[in-house]
Each structure stands twice: as structure tokens, then as C-alpha cells.
């Protein structure tokens, strides 16, 4: 799906009949939620390094092409949009959501980072909103999304068919304007100042020390998250959610979110967060470190140092 994707985008930049360019999901459930991780499971039991790391490469590559789009992406994000959902739908240049929009980056849970460019919307997000989003995985509903940056305009579904009718008619970007609604009611805008108390920490055994103690209506919200998380994971997407707000371009979040990717299946818990989760369903990993403290800085600088000749490349 992601070569596919690529391979449209490749194919309809320079074609004069392809003025503008609609994404949307199959189904109801979801605009996408994923992608294979049980395959991944699969080839890491087997030793198979390189299957992932050819994945993520071919997936960042499509991630960067869309955000850098020169001509117009809309993407209808209705239902669950999560991990490389976000990758598809939530670089692209209009970004629609209704009532039933679900958007997360879960990737914690299963002892990866958040990925796919993701670090990128997250650092932009206001105040600490992208660490906290980032870290504990939570959902974002339609007001959230937007106030956070990863969608820009609410359009109620039951103008969504009108809304697609005038993009493949005519490309009338104006019709999305016009079939706006007000934004809905956001949790994180009345949870800010707390956010930004508890979660401006540059490492997890510094926010482990900002939250203790700490009783808020954000925090109750996302504590059994955070919990539950793999604490290595949640430390490395600290570092990288930083070093994206010191230089804010999809490149640096790629390239940081594969020096992660690139390592995960090795020397991560990357294969133990998926048995958990969807092989054995038993929901309870044994991550290799149980609390955050255990987390040294020098694993941190290890899952998250530079690839040298192995650094992820964006052309060809």
C-alpha cells in the first residue's frame, strides 16, 4: 500500500488531467489504522532485520512525498486514524474530520515511537499537548484534532458525499469552506495549563518527577497509558518530539523516527509489545525495563544515535 500510494503520487504530479487529489478510507470503521505489525512479528521472530527496516523506509519515503505535495492532497479522516493512517491522511494539505474522527499515535503501547512524520505534528502541537499526545497514545476526537494541528476543518458526514462530488467535478476547494461547521468543544484546550505543567520535561525520569503527586482531569485522562507503556519507548519519543521542535521539518522527524524504527526489532521491545497485543491478546508485556527510572540515558542515545552510511534516505 505504501509503494502503491508512492507510485499514484509519482505518476499524477506531472499529469496536466490531475489538478487535485482525494484520500479516503474503505469502509466505515476506519480511515486507516495501521499497518501489518504481524508480519513484522513474524520476520523478526525469524531474525529477518531487514523486512521492517525496507518497510519503514518505503513508508517514510511516501510520508515525506505527501507532505511535500505540490499540488493539492484533501484526505477524508473519518473513523480511526492511527499510526500510519496518520502518515497517509494527516500530511496532506486539507485534512477533513467529522463527528466520529478518532485520531491517535498509539505506537508506545507496543514499544515503538510515534512515527510516520508524526514527531513533526506533535512538536508543532501547542505547548506540551505533543508530548502528552505522543507518550501516552490517547485519542484525539474531531475538536481535539484541530486544535492540535493534525486536522483543519470540520465538515458533519453527512455532507462529506457533497463535499467529494465537488472536489472530483470541478477541484472546488471553496466547497469545504462552505460546508464547514463550527469546530467542536477540544478537551486539550481546556487542559493546556496543566499539560503544560506536568509535561515540560526533557526526560522521563523528570516527568515521572512533574506528574507525581499531580491529580488533573488531563492526567487521570491518559495515566493508565502512560502505566502501561513501554518506558524505553516513551524516553526515546521524549528525545525525538525535542529534537523535532529544535528543526520542525518532516526530514528530521523521519530521520530521527528510523533511527528508532531501524534498531526496534533488535534491540528494542518492539517484538515483546506486539505479542501482547495482538498475537497471545494477553495485554500484559513484560517491557525490559518495569519502571521509568530503570530507563539509562545511555539505552536512550543508543535506539536514538545517528545510522551513519544506514540513515535513512528519502529520494529513489
Known sequence: ??????????????????????????????????????EMYAAGLRGDLDYGRRFWRDEYRMNARMAHYPKPVVSFLHGFTMGGGVGVGCHAAHRIVCENSQIALPECSIGLV?????TLLLAKAPGQCGTYLGLSGARMDAGDALYTGFADVFIPQTHWDDAKRALTRNADLAVLDALAAPPPKTRLRDWQHEI?????ARTLGALEDAITG????????????????????????????????????????????????????????????????????DHTPLWQHQTWADVPASQVTAMTGDLGDKALQLKG
Open 1 to 38: 500500500m505504501c509503494t502503491a500510494i508512492e507510485a499514484a503520487l509519482d505518476a499524477w504530479q506531472d499529469d496536466p488531467d490531475v489538478v487535485l487529489i482525494l484520500i479516503d478510507g474503505a469502509g466505515e470503521r476506519a480511515f486507516c489504522a495501521g499497518g501489518d505489525i504481524a
Open 114 to 118: 510515534p512515527d510516520v512524520g508524526g
Open 196 to 200: 503544560d505543567t506536568c509535561f515540560d
Open 214 to 281: 499531580a491529580d488533573g482531569p488531563a492526567l487521570r485522562h491518559i495515566r493508565k497509558k502512560l502505566d502501561h507503556n513501554a518506558p524505553l519507548a516513551m524516553a526515546c519519543a521524549l528525545a525525538n518530539i525535542a529534537a523535532v521542535r529544535r528543526d520542525p521539518r518532516i526530514e528530521t522527524a523521519l530521520e530521527h523516527e528510523f533511527r528508532f524504527t531501524y534498531r526496534c526489532v533488535e534491540q528494542g521491545d518492539f517484538i515483546e509489545g506486539i505479542r501482547a497485543a495482538i498475537i497471545d491478546r
